[in-house]
């Protein structure tokens, strides 16, 4: 077998590729987890190196979570921002579909998740038929409360952001060396970024979204590194709006009442 997995879409958006490496190079800092090594990016293709699946466990997970809070406070230049080595709008969703991810640079947390991801992916659903009139009202009146759903957070900065972390883009795998002991347990091993500058609370409510394994350890770790802001668990659901709302543009289904009841549910906590 060879060591290499290609991803490959004849038609695939201009640049698609070539983001997508960039932003796993920039989640490759010092004391960060594993990230796929990227052999070679075309118009049309990503090589990456081939992982060897391995059972995850509560120590490589608990790892995972340190490692995570270690690429966040790597930071970013700014809320919303792309990539380094990446100009221009990145792309969120399947690789048959993917939809695009704006960038830019906003003065605060609020603002970019109203202007970057609320208002479009509300646009978005409306154009394809998705979602209606009613719930990008929803939406933009989620949009009018967040300086109030995110306190106390909002006095944090930018974080570097996997930005689409549910458990599938966290790959377990034998490590590369083996520890000083000579086991090799499991790694977790990041894939398939949407990588931004944005708030580190969002990659944490992707993983709870679909059920990340041993997430309670992840957190634990994490908060070993960097403590979250007090009532972070209240703002889950509110970083997991934007996921839902784009399963809702992409999928339909049962996400569109999830989206409605979730936002619902944050209009009414007062």
């Not at 490759?28 to 699946?53: I, M, N, S, Y």
């Not at 048959?96 to 609020?110: F, N, Q, R, S, V």
């Not at 634990?220 to 972070?232: C, I, S």
Request: net charge negative.
């Amino acid at each position: 077998m060879s060591d290499v997995f290609t991803k490959s879409r004849r038609d695939a958006p201009e640049g698609f590729f070539a983001c997508e490496a960039a932003g796993l190079a920039w989640l490759r800092v010092p004391g960060g987890p594993r990230v796929v090594e990227v052999r070679d990016v075309g118009r049309t293709h990503l090589d990456l190196e081939r992982l060897v699946p391995a059972r995850p466990t509560p120590s490589a997970a608990r790892a995972l979570g340190r490692g995570l809070a270690v690429v966040h406070d790597a930071g970013a230049p700014a809320w919303g921002a792309p990539a380094a080595g990446w100009h221009g709008d990145g792309f969120f969703g399947p690789l048959d579909d993917p939809l695009p991810l704006p960038t830019g640079a906003w003065a605060d947390w609020p603002s970019f998740y109203a202007e970057a991801r609320l208002a479009p992916v509300a646009e978005q659903g409306q154009v394809r038929g998705a979602l209606g009139a009613d719930d990008a009202a929803l939406l933009a009146r989620l949009a009018e409360r967040l300086p109030d759903l995110a306190r106390p957070a909002l006095d944090d900065s930018p974080a570097r952001l996997h930005g689409d972390l549910w458990s599938g883009n966290v790959l377990w795998s034998t490590p590369t060396d083996a520890a000083p002991d000579g086991s090799r347990e499991a790694e977790a091993v990041l894939i398939d970024p949407a990588a931004h500058g944005g708030h580190r609370e969002a990659d944490l409510a992707m993983l709870a979204l679909f059920g990340a394994p041993h997430l309670d350890e992840i957190v634990a770790g994490y908060q070993e590194v960097r403590p979250l802001a007090r009532g972070w668990r209240h703002r889950v659901a509110l970083h997991q709006v934007y996921p839902v709302a784009v399963h809702a543009v992409l999928f339909g289904g049962g996400y569109r009442a999830q989206l409605r009841s979730t936002v619902a549910a944050l209009l009414d906590d007062r």
